[in-house]
Structures are given as C-alpha cells and as structure tokens.
Antibody
Framework: QVQLQESGPGLVKPSETLSLTCTVS????????WSWIRQAPGKGLEWIGY???????KYNPSLKSRVTISVDTSKNQFSLNLRSVTAADTAMYFC???????????WGPGTLVTVSS | EIVLTQSPGTLSLSPGERATLSCRAS???????FAWYQQKPGQAPRLLIY???SRATGIPDRFSGSGSGTDFTLTITRLEPEDFAVYYC????????FGQGTKVEIK
C-alpha cells in the first residue's frame, strides 16, 4: 500500500521560502507523476504543480514564478519550494500521486504551514 | 486555464435521499481527464471517481459519475451518514484545476 507523508516547518516568516518534502513508502517514486496541492483555511483545493520521476515539471500559472518542485529518486522523495511567501500562502499542504488514469489516487495526510512573523 | 464551477454550493439533504452534484467546465474536458473527490473535516481528499464515471477502488456503488464536454455530474443514490462531506471535481485536461466544492450537509 502506497503511503505519502509530508514534512517540513509549520511556521515560515513572510518573504522567506516555504520548503516541504513528501516521502513515498510502499512503492517506487518512478513511473508516476507526483503533485502538490494546498488548501487555505476554510477554502477549496488549489493544485500547485507536479513532477515526473525524470524531473520534468508543470506548475499552476498563478504560482509559477515562485514555485520549484524537485525529486530525489534515491530517497523516494519529492519536494516543494515556494519563495517570497505571504500570509496568503498559509494553508494545509498535501502531496499526492497522479495515477495512470488521470487521478490523484494516493494522498498524504497534509501538513499545516502558517506564514507569520 | 479551465475553470470548474460546482453547483450548488451547499446541498441540504436527509439520509436515504438522492444527491446530485454538478460541475461545469469553462471549456470542453475529455472524459478521461475528469475526477471527483470527497473530503471530510481534518482529512485529505479521497478519490471517488476517475475518467468521469469509473469508481475508484473500494468506493460503494451508490456513487456514480456521468457527463462529458463541459457538464459533469456526481450522483449519490441513497445518502449514508458517512457521505455528508465536501465534494470536489478536478480536470486534468489542461494543467489541473479543482472546482470550488459542494458541501453536502444533513438537513
């Protein structure tokens, strides 16, 4: 059974960089796309971007200028960096696997990141 | 960017009733590229439907998806107490976007 787990600081200061890692267990990170999604408190889901195990990426146009997603296949992990954060970036951040049939079939439990000084 | 608009925003129903949730896309989306999720408070979303009408593993057959082009529907034939939650649609056709969600609440 594939499991995903987000990790990283729960508090980030404004203008700094938010960095999160998703560790995949129970399966290989190869042969799939891997996504980051976020959800502001009381709001809906926002797709941030995805990465393929080869390193190719695609990002939400609204966040593209500030986002980098990377992958470390040796550790079965992929990561999110979001630069120049503001309070509007406060959210629950989820990582998820893109299945073979265009669906997000496995999700991590999420990690809450608060942007505050 | 394809915008997905879900309606209604909130659906107030009783257990045993039928729920019909709508998702309209701003431009045509291939059926293969359309999914539905359920989210309960404090939990990650759970995949219900992919390919517009295929149920994910372990999803009861009271959940069904239909539609094509710009109009998609999620139907729950008889609401069980555990079905009261927020439901999101998602398209994978051009980039990826989610609808804003429909909350199914107990009447």
């Amino acid at each position: 059974q594939v499991q995903l787990q987000e990790s990283g600081p729960g508090l980030v200061k404004p203008s700094e960089t938010l960095s999160l890692t998703c560790t995949v267990s129970g399966g290989s990170i190869t042969s799939y796309y891997w996504s980051w999604i976020r959800q502001a408190p009381g709001k809906g889901l926002e797709w941030i971007g995805y990465i393929y195990h080869s390193g190719s990426t695609k990002y939400n146009p609204s966040l593209k200028s500030r986002v980098t997603i990377s992958v470390d296949t040796s550790k079965n992990q992929f990561s999110l960096n979001l630069r120049s954060v503001t309070a509007a970036d406060t959210a629950m951040y989820f990582c998820a696997r893109d299945g073979f049939s265009y669906e997000l079939d496995y999700w991590g439990p999420g990690t809450l990141v608060t942007v505050s000084s | 960017e394809i915008v997905l608009t879900q309606s209604p925003g909130t659906l107030s129903l009783s257990p045993g009733e039928r729920a019909t949730l709508s998702c309209r896309a701003s431009q045509s989306v291939g059926r293969s590229y359309f999914a539905w999720y359920q989210q309960k408070p404090g939990q990650a979303p759970r995949l219900l439907i992919y390919g517009a009408s295929s149920r994910a593993t372990g999803i009861p057959d009271r959940f069904s998806g239909s539609g094509s082009g710009t109009d998609f529907t999620l139907t729950i034939t008889r609401l069980e107490p555990e079905d009261f939650a927020v439901y999101y649609c998602q398209q994978f056709g051009t980039s990826r976007t989610f609808g804003q969600g429909t909350k199914v609440e107990i009447k």
